[in-house]
């Protein structure tokens, strides 16, 4: 069944990515650009080639990839096009439209977020950038490009974010000069703040369908419009109706057309179970009649059913990514009439929770499935094609190359003229840099956390470096030339996880992750690290601790012997997600020793904490000296306890502060005088004019004093913070490494930096250098950038 006309929707994928209660290193499910901006967000196929677009890239403005069919029946990729006047970050390929010989693909990003089109054209196998357009009115933020639509010498563009999310639909016409012009602007009646018209639009020849899927309370509305050839315009000719649906379906969500009929997806129907809708024409009455809801036979929830609609090989083609616990599937009915269940196409047995079926497109025996949470969120790509019986079956798995920068060794940068390799500095130097995938990441994989060991019989220092999927072991010993020894694997059956953290005692290190399921702790003999022939190695852990399954971050007092899990969730014991204690005495046999919190803080009143730093008091408290305090980063106050006596922890005092966002981590002066906290998510306000530190007198542990909030002339988000003698390290995401001089404590001042980031700005987001490690006695500081990798680096008065 070959399509008229080329059709494209984007859906609202974000309904699927949900973050984990506490783990708020992402604020929320990503947004719709997010979440399909990875590669294959966008695919599409004609002419027996596959078309998937990456617009997620750190190096690059955006690649569309081109796959064909080699001699020898092996998909290849033949062809990568980027725009002529990309810049990094330009989300190039967020949206892609293929009729023919003519493409168009969609950049969010360029002029201020205002976005713009490319047109690229076949001549002869060569597809070549012939053109560049955007809307007459745009505004900074308004994303057009985001959404595209292609039939012929018709064009639709969305520009979803303008005029505070209502949207709007920009129509374009293809002349005989084949120049593209701007016909007009679509803005469906009623359409207000929020309503997201032009999530979707489905174009064939002279009809669109545009779905604006949060109109009437998140019910949904789906507009329709014709060509009239006369008139040279667009003309809106009513909404599509069905007397089924309620608050919150999300109709139009999804929307794709196929002769004389249209579907529609509406994924939220039934509490995330989805329907999709189908409608055909009437020539006679000149308008579109329901002729029955699809909805899927299975007592599975959470389907997304309706997320991605399409038509192909005489089938109506259903999107589910919510299928099999997020594993994703679709589903295919017979086209027109009863709509008859006529199977399934899914990935394999074991894949992971890929949401495959985020994105598709279909076209006579040939199907793209964009597979967009595969690798860690970085996307992939499954081709199906039918054979001889006429079943689809999978061809081949596609995907990008793993991007990152190359690693620098061999011998120190020095920061010069405020430039480091391709890093910005001052006052720090790059002794070198791993980057992801030479400390054993693979596509998607970012680092997270970082501590530090130094062998006491050898002398050697080593990076423990955490990623989404294990734990990296790196020989510092030659800090210029670090070697990847080995990686310990994350606990076998937990999922990836963005955040894992990790803590070092008696020449052990204890591991945990959050959002990762029955993880629990792992616990490794670092003494294992000495003889290592033939690096990299793979690892197991020396022992393990399950009374905790997922959490967010381990705490430990080397003085006392205790490890601290904060953050708990997922089972075992979360106490609330407060200090689960843990005697860690015997570093293979650890033991639970009580909970601590404090139900006056934290989000949800259970006394959750964020990270803490627990110590042998010897502050100027004397009434607590000799007794083990913590000290929390409680989301909503810092809490400080004497945890002393396990079975009777007491809380000694809990405090505010102004404008708070979420109180994430903090660390003491080496006096214990004060306490330096970082607010992750307060910049993100816009209230805030730089990156904030709040400085606390905790001289008297039952009454903290909040001395300073400190404004630095950085505006990127603060993420954790370590201090050594006089010098306070912040690893501030997309600035990097910031070093303070904090001799005199309420009056900071920066004395060096490097920015692990080197393409876009320094602005109030995620993602950048998440910690660092400035303890080691050799004075070299380790970073970690999520990204990028690793980085060891040494502030220039500091000699190795």
């Known amino acids: 069944m070959k399509r008229p006309g080329f059709i494209f929707c984007m859906t609202a994928l974000l309904l699927l990515l949900v973050a984990p209660a506490h783990a708020q290193t992402f604020l929320s499910a990503p947004s719709l650009e997010q979440a399909l901006a990875g590669f294959g967000g966008a695919v599409a196929v004609s002419n027996d080639a596959v078309f998937v677009g990456e617009a997620r890239m750190s190096t690059k403005p955006g690649v569309i990839y081109i796959f064909e069919q080699d001699s020898n029946g092996t998909w290849t990729e033949t062809a990568q096009l980027m725009a002529s006047d990309g810049e990094t970050d330009d989300r190039f390929g967020s949206a892609l439209a293929v009729d023919g010989n003519t493409m168009l693909v969609g950049a969010t990003r360029p002029d201020s977020s205002r976005g713009a089109v490319y047109v690229f054209e076949n001549n002869n196998g060569t597809w070549t950038q012939t053109a560049r357009f955007t809307a007459d009115d745009l505004a900074a933020g308004d994303a057009f490009g985001a959404v595209l639509a292609l039939?012929?010498?018709?064009?639709?563009?969305?520009?979803?974010?303008?005029?505070?999310?209502?949207?709007?639909?920009?129509?374009?016409?293809?002349?005989?000069?084949?120049?593209?012009?701007?016909?007009?602007?679509?803005?469906?009646?009623?359409?207000?703040?929020?309503?997201?018209?032009?999530?979707?639009?489905?174009?064939?020849?002279?009809?669109?369908?545009?779905?604006?899927?949060?109109?009437?309370?998140?019910?949904?509305?789906?507009?329709?419009?014709?060509?009239?050839?006369?008139?040279?315009?667009?003309?809106?000719?009513?909404?599509?109706?069905?007397?089924?649906?309620?608050?919150?379906?999300?109709?139009?969500?999804?929307?794709t057309i196929h002769d004389s009929w249209a579907l529609v997806g509406a994924p939220m129907v039934g509490g995330f179970t989805g329907a999709a809708y189908a409608f055909q024409y009437d020539e006679a009455a000149s308008t579109w009649m329901e002729k029955g809801v699809i909805e899927p036979e299975t007592e599975e929830r959470q389907l997304r059913f309706g997320s991605t609609v399409n038509f192909g090989d005489d089938k109506a083609w259903i999107g589910a990514p919510g299928a099999n616990g997020f594993t994703g599937m679709i589903y295919l009915y017979e086209a027109g009439g009863e709509w008859a269940a006529s199977g399934t196409i899914a990935q394999e047995e074991g894949a992971s929770r890929g949401f495959f079926g985020g994105t598709m497109d279909v076209n006579d025996d040939l199907a793209v499935i964009g597979i967009p949470g595969s690798d860690y969120g970085a996307g992939t790509a499954a081709i199906f094609a039918t054979n001889d019986s006429g079943e689809w079956e999978e061809q081949s798995t596609i995907a990008g190359p793993v991007e990152g920068f190359d690693a620098v060794t061999g011998g120190q940068v020095d920061c010069t003229d405020g430039v480091a390799s391709a890093f910005d500095c001052s006052d720090v130097d790059l002794v070198s840099f791993l980057p992801v995938n030479d400390i054993g990441g693979g596509r998607g994989v970012r680092t997270n956390d970082v501590w530090g060991w130094t062998d006491p019989d050898t002398g050697k220092e080593w990076a423990i470096v955490g990623r989404v999927d294990g734990t990296a072991f790196i020989d510092i010993s030659d800090a210029a030339n670090?070697?990847?020894?080995?990686?310990?694997?994350?606990?076998?059956?937990?999922?990836?996880?963005?955040?894992?953290?990790?803590?070092?005692?008696?020449?052990?290190?204890?591991?945990?992750?959050?959002?990762?399921?029955?993880?629990?702790?792992?616990?490794?003999?670092?003494?294992?690290?000495?003889?290592?022939?033939?690096?990299?190695?793979?690892?197991?852990?020396?022992?393990?601790?399950?009374?905790?399954?997922s959490a967010h971050n381990i705490v430990i007092n080397e003085d006392t012997g205790y490890a601290y899990a904060v953050g708990s969730s997922s089972g075992g014991e979360t106490c609330g997600g407060g200090l689960h204690m843990i005697n860690i005495q015997d570093p293979t046999n650890p033991e639970f020793a009580g909970c601590f919190a404090d139900p006056a803080t934290g989000r949800a009143s259970t006394g959750y904490s964020h990270d803490a730093q627990c110590v042998t008091y010897s502050g100027p408290d004397v009434e607590h000296q000799g007794k083990e305090i913590c000290l929390g980063a409680?989301?909503?106050?810092?809490?400080?306890?004497?945890?002393?006596?396990?079975?009777?922890?007491?809380?000694?005092?809990?405090?505010?502060?102004?404008?708070?966002?979420?109180?994430?981590?903090?660390?003491?002066?080496?006096?214990?005088?004060?306490?330096?906290?970082?607010?992750?998510?307060?910049?993100?306000?816009?209230?805030?004019?730089?990156?904030?530190?709040?400085?606390?007198?905790?001289?008297?542990?039952?009454?903290?004093?909040?001395?300073?909030?400190?404004?630095?002339?950085?505006?990127?988000?603060?993420?954790?913070?370590?201090?050594?003698?006089?010098?306070?390290?912040?690893?501030?995401?997309?600035?990097?490494?910031?070093?303070?001089?904090?001799?005199?404590?309420?009056?900071?001042?920066?004395?060096?930096?490097?920015?692990?980031?080197?393409?876009?700005?320094?602005?109030?987001?995620?993602?950048?250098?998440?910690?660092?490690?400035?303890?080691?006695?050799?004075?070299?500081?380790?970073?970690?950038?999520?990204?990028?990798?690793?980085?060891?680096?040494?502030?220039k008065e500091v000699d190795i």
């Open 151 to 255: 039939s012929g010498d018709h064009a639709l563009v969305t520009a979803p974010s303008q005029n505070d999310r209502a949207g709007a639909v920009y129509a374009f016409h293809r002349g005989e000069d084949g120049m593209w012009t701007q016909q007009a602007k679509l803005v469906g009646t009623n359409v207000d703040t929020n309503d997201r018209f032009g999530t979707a639009i489905a174009l064939q020849g002279d009809m669109a369908l545009i779905g604006a899927p949060r109109q009437a309370n998140n019910k949904g509305n789906v507009y329709t419009y014709w060509y009239d050839e006369a008139a040279g315009a667009w003309m809106e000719k009513g909404l599509l109706e069905s007397d089924s649906l309620s608050v919150g379906s999300r109709f139009g969500s999804a929307l």
């Open 634 to 795: 409680n989301e909503t106050a810092l809490s400080i306890a004497d945890v002393t006596d396990k079975e009777n922890p007491i809380a000694l005092s809990n405090a505010s502060y102004p404008n708070v966002g979420y109180a994430h981590q903090g660390w003491l002066t080496e006096d214990q005088r004060y306490f330096y906290l970082d607010d992750e998510l307060d910049e993100l306000s816009g209230d805030l004019e730089g990156t904030r530190t709040l400085i606390w007198d905790v001289s008297d542990l039952d009454d903290p004093q909040l001395v300073r909030e400190y404004i630095s002339e950085d505006k990127s988000s603060d993420h954790n913070l370590y201090i050594k003698g006089n010098l306070m390290y912040q690893s501030n995401y997309q600035s990097g490494l910031r070093i303070l001089d904090i001799s005199d404590p309420a009056n900071p001042h920066t004395v060096g930096y490097f920015d692990t980031v080197p393409y876009g700005e320094n602005k109030p987001s995620m993602g950048g250098s998440w910690s660092n490690y400035p303890f080691f006695q050799s004075g070299v500081i380790v970073v970690t950038s999520g990204n990028e990798g690793v980085f060891i680096l040494k502030k």
């Open 482 to 549: 670090p070697v990847y020894v080995g990686n310990l694997e994350k606990t076998e059956g937990a999922p990836g996880s963005v955040w894992r953290d990790m803590k070092v005692y008696k020449n052990h290190v204890f591991i945990v992750a959050d959002g990762a399921g029955e993880h629990g702790m792992q616990v490794f003999d670092l003494t294992q690290l000495r003889d290592v022939e033939n690096p990299p190695v793979e690892f197991e852990e020396t022992a393990h601790y399950s009374n905790i399954h």
